[in-house]
């Protein structure tokens, strides 16, 4: 089992950049594939970004695609997710998840751990 938690949301304006981090316990780590996944208010939990285990392959929402990066550092059990020229509406609760597999997917129902989650809110 892995517990994850989130930092680094927060308030910024439109064409500014988020770093999110997702610290995550456990000694297998690197046996998980990782991905971000944002819920807008009245909205459905959306597909954001994800990663496998090692970090060789990664997968974007066309939303976000070209204006964020998923990475890993598996020595610190990290997972983070740099987000660039932020809109409006990427505002959303951000969560990290793990799922108990090498490879990862772009299916938020497919993760099986969550984290509590983080704001971003992008002003316009």
């Known amino acids: 089992q892995v517990q994850l938690v989130e930092s680094g949301g927060g308030l910024v304006q439109t064409g500014g950049s988020l770093r999110l981090s997702c610290a995550a316990s456990?000694?297998?780590?690197?046996?998980?594939?990782m991905g971000w996944v944002r819920q807008a208010p009245g909205k459905e939990r959306e597909f954001v970004a994800a990663?496998?285990?090692?970090?060789?392959?990664?997968y974007y929402a066309d939303s976000v695609k070209g204006r964020s990066t998923i990475s890993r550092d598996n020595a610190k059990n990290m997972v983070y997710l740099q987000m660039n020229s932020l809109k409006p509406e990427d505002t959303a609760v951000y969560y990290c998840?793990?799922?108990?597999?090498?490879?990862?997917?772009?299916?938020?129902?497919?993760?099986?751990?969550w984290g509590q989650g983080t704001q971003v809110t992008v002003s316009s």
């Open positions: 456990g000694r297998t780590f690197s046996s998980y594939a």
């Open positions: 998840a793990a799922r108990r597999s090498y490879y990862s997917s772009k299916s938020a129902h497919e993760y099986e751990y």
């Open positions: 990663i496998n285990w090692s970090g060789s392959s990664t």
